[in-house]
């Protein structure tokens, strides 16, 4: 054989060697890529499981059977990176759910202000999901859990909007809405009324964002409660009910485990009296006075700043020390005498300062209002909350069935001693519009928590003295630069031997 031939022969030798060589590096990755496209696979070595939903909620997830949007409207989103984390794996959980696919939008409502307004998205922070013609909004006080610090600030230690975006979730995704009914027919506030100190339209389109129907009712002409009446809301009421609606009304909270809130405004009567010793609350016909400069507002408000510490409805007012605005308020307390073995439980959740008193004579123009002790209301001892006046109590029931180990919850009753707290003028005040959302959330059991834990929030922090951070300094400049030298003699030597 001739020596060209030799030669030409190994370059044809090496140059399919080489072609066979990037087909070959080609096909390993076109491989690689429809493994990873069609059969994922992902592990969560974290500690404690940060990228990874739990089972419960995978579950869920996987059994929509509607599309379903959140809009994300964070002003600082950098500042949240855990919403961000989980809402990615919300998104990529749906992947093999056609049918109930999950698509996270992160919209500026400042910048994109069309945008938003099509969506109906006015507020930053906020993360609304929706599900065909239903949507639901979740706060970010709702996503985390906070304590004070030893110098009374507030910092999150943990996370838990796993817990409230899958609550959310299962909400939006239901085919029925929760109904909430305001009374009518003894001169309540209304709904549908905008003015604003009778009008209680700002509420009424906060519960419509939370996915809730609101509706009025008049016991007088129904003669019933619907069937689908999640919570009744009685607003500032000034005339009594009947005995026929008072027992519709019992019949609705004790044998229905019904849900009732009241807002008490003093001077008028509901006759309601023996409704609420049924749960153990008293309603005082009284007028609070206080003489402590902070819980008097510029306004002449009265502002209540305690609260109960372990009740669902009082968490956010406490973490974020929020303080309920009030008009004329009376007392509600719960009643000394009432029965303690029947599973009830009564709480006062709010409550004046010290230095307060309920006014018994507040209708007498010819005096200036003053504590009479023995005919006006004082705290009684040992009751709690120790000297302070109740103004908000909650009542439920928690009955053993048929002597089972589990406990049934029965008909749950929130009762304001103030009658203007909800109105247009005065929900937007201080702490009132959680307040009453917090409330209604309880009474229709939207404050239960999921089986799924909340995730420590992990901090980390690295701190450099002077001397360590040269030290660092001088082995990145010189210390991995004479490394790669000195591994490229060694190559180079061990190549010219």
């Known amino acids: 054989m001739a020596h060209s031939d030799s030669f030409r022969t190994a370059r044809w030798i090496r140059t399919i060697n080489l072609v066979l060589q990037a087909v070959l590096f080609l096909t390993f990755f076109a491989g690689l890529n429809y493994l990873a496209r069609n059969h994922p696979s992902r592990f969560d070595l974290t500690q404690h499981r940060r990228f990874s939903l739990s089972t419960e909620t995978l579950s869920y997830v996987q059994r929509l059977n509607r599309p379903l949007k959140i809009y994300v409207t964070l002003a600082e989103p950098d500042e949240n990176p855990e919403i961000r984390g989980l809402l990615r794996e919300y998104a990529n959980a749906s992947e093999g759910n056609p049918a109930g696919k999950i698509e996270v939008r992160y919209l500026d409502v400042y910048q994109n202000r069309r945008e938003a307004e099509l969506n109906g998205l006015d507020q930053p922070d906020l993360l609304v999901l929706t599900c065909g013609d239903r949507r639901r909004a979740v706060t970010l006080s709702e996503l985390y859990r906070y304590t004070k610090t030893k110098d009374n600030k507030t910092e999150r230690s943990s996370f838990q909007g796993e817990q409230a975006l899958t609550a959310a979730l299962l909400d939006v995704s239901s085919p029925e809405k929760k109904k909430v009914y305001f009374l009518a027919g003894h001169g309540e506030l209304r709904p549908d009324e905008t003015d604003g100190n009778r009008g209680l339209t700002v509420i009424r389109d906060q519960l419509r964002v939370r996915n809730f129907d609101v509706d009025g009712l008049d016991l007088g002409i129904a003669r019933k409660i619907p069937a689908d009446a999640s919570v009744l809301i009685a607003v500032a009421p000034q005339s009594r009910f009947s005995p026929a609606e008072q027992e519709l009304l019992r019949e609705y909270l004790r044998t229905n485990a019904g ?140 009955a053993v069935r048929d002597n089972l180990p589990f406990s049934v919850r029965g008909g749950r009753l929130v009762v304001f001693g103030s009658g203007d707290l909800p109105t247009n003028n005065r929900i937007l005040k201080g702490g009132n519009a959680e307040m009453v959302l917090k409330s209604i959330d309880w009474t229709v059991d939207r404050d239960t928590q999921l089986n799924i834990p909340a995730r420590p929030i992990e901090r980390f922090q690295l701190s450099l003295s002077a001397d360590v951070f040269l030290k660092l300094r001088y082995a990145l400049l010189f210390a991995l630069p004479g490394l790669a030298a000195t591994l490229g003699l060694i190559v180079y030597w061990t190549r010219r031997r």
């Open 259 to 398: 849900r009732l809130l009241l807002f008490l405004a003093p001077g008028y009567n509901a006759g309601l009296e023996d409704l609420l010793l049924d749960w153990g609350i008293l309603v005082d016909d009284d007028l609070v006075f206080d003489t402590d400069p902070k819980s008097i507002s510029d306004t002449n408000d009265l502002v209540i700043l305690a609260f109960d510490k372990t009740h669902p409805i009082t968490q956010t007012m406490i973490t974020f020390t929020f303080g309920l605005h009030l008009g004329p308020t009376r007392t509600v307390r719960p009643d000394p005498g009432r029965s303690l073995v029947n599973g009830l439980n009564t709480v006062t959740i709010a409550a004046t300062s010290t230095t307060a008193w309920g006014e018994v004579s507040y209708n007498d123009r010819t005096r200036l209002p003053a504590f009479n002790r023995g005919t006006d209301i004082a705290p009684l001892p040992g009751m709690e909350p120790k000297d302070r006046l109740g103004v908000v109590v909650a009542s439920e029931r928690i």
